[in-house]
């Protein structure tokens, strides 16, 4: 007689979970997620500590991909979410918690239209059309200032403004929307913003930060060497200036007579001369070094008027090569192929109360150094991403020069157009619909309430002002009203909020669509004793 036993198809320790369960898992792991970072959305938003289990690591942001990529997760759909905020990050610099905040009420009104017995698929074809509806709305109230260079430069310090008023910078958002402004449009439409170089100094105030017209490397000069070099000839190498020591590790050298010893140590000297002489047969004046240059070295470029700085790290030496035109070399037997920096004025600078070495005129034109102030590391680091995020928003925004209106404003111009196409929309695609509408509100909502104002009241202020024609109404959280967002300057990238609702509504469609989670079985650490037994 055959018993009906069930069928093991898995490992053992392997998990599944099927359907409903698996459904529900995604949606809790999602929603909280958002949860976390929603708090920080908007120029309200609060901060959050990050505490790693090391002494010093404490970071103090309300970054959501910083805070996000610092969180150890389990569950699959929350990790979706991490890789969409980051991006987010990757491509337009800034939008990060939004985007992470919308596909989570996405997925929260996706659950609620699940337990009515509406099929995902039947979801996310509704969704799909309010993608492109809302996607139309946000082109269409979309304006373009590039040929106006006044007019786009202030669409630019307005963007700025906007990203840097949910930071810790926002008491200075004016001066610094103004340095990164200035920055930005010294690429002359690049995006590429290694020619753009932080340096965080200790001490002072955020307002003491300024942008210097030029490169600053934080080393000192040579000992004997001038402080002031101009029309330099810069030889940038990586190579190790101290040839005149035995290099095999572990070597033991025998001499029978002191002078033995005495000419091995002429014949290392003679060697480090000859290699500092064919340095100096390049025509320099100044010689930058990534590695140490010793005593020796020094002495030799000092004596010959070349002035050297040694130990410029990795970062410090490939920044260099690339706004002073030149290239990193290792050998120096043919000065002829050897491309040389050029540079109008090397001085020492005093930035704070340490020195630091500033190259003025240099042939990229589009490099500056902004020098952040501020009372502590925690700040400065903050500042850094604060800033980061804006010049990386900025620099796109360079090249996608259409903007669109914030302040909930985008939001709820989408959310009213597909209110209007689900009502001529038949079935049950158009509940869908409506709770990507109900979704688009959530943001100004959470704006409103993260702030401490009565949302529900704002938000359905806003709504009834869009209804009545006022398409740049929007929320002022200066004083707890709906207010045109066009005159408070509230201005965001296009760009920023296209990518926002793609790419939210693609990572929610995604995790709806799961009905079932395979977990691998753990791997087993072998125990190497085991083998010698026996």
Known sequence: MNSLQPVQILENEASEEKGEHARLS??????AITDLVKTTLGPKGMDKILQSMGRDGITVTNDGATILKAVYLDNPAAKILVDISKTQDDEVGDGTTSV??????????????????????????????????ARKALIDSAKDHKSDPVKF???????????????IVTLEKDHFANMVVDAVLRLKGSTNLDSIHIIKKLGGSLRD???????????????????????????????AMDTDKIKIFGARVKVSAMQDLNDIEEAERAKMIDKCKRIVDHGINVFINRQLIYNLGEQYFADHGVTSIEHADFDGIERLALVTGGEIVSTFDHPERVKLGTCKLIEEIMLGEDKAIRFSGVPLGEACTIV???????????????????????SQTVNETRTVLGGGCSETLMSKAIDELAKTTPGKKALAMESFSRALRQIPTIIADNAGYDSSELVTQL????????????????DGSVGDVQALGIVESFKVKQQILVSAAEAAEMIIRVDDILRAAPRKRENPGMGMLG
């Open 463 to 478: 709504r009834a002002a869009h209804y009545r024609g006022e398409t740049t109404s929007g929320l002022n959280m200066k």
């Open 372 to 394: 952040l102030r501020g009372a502590s590391n925690h700040i400065l680091e903050e500042a850094e991403r604060s800033l980061h995020d804006a010049l990386c928003v900025l």
């Open 100 to 133: 992470c905040v919308l596909a989570g009420e996405l997925l929260r009104e996706g659950e609620k239209l699940m337990s009515q017995k509406i099929h995902p698929q039947t979801i996310i074809a509704g969704w799909r059309l309010a993608v492109d509806v």
């Open 209 to 239: 930060s300024y942008l210097d017209e030029g490169f600053i490397l934080e080393k000192r000069f040579g000992v004997g060497c001038p402080k002031r070099v101009e029309n330099a000839k810069i030889l940038l190498a990586n190579t």
């Open 153 to 167: 430069r202030e669409d630019l310090l307005n963007i700025a403004r906007t990203t840097l008023s949910s930071k």
């Open 26 to 31: 995604s949606f809790v792991g999602a929603i």
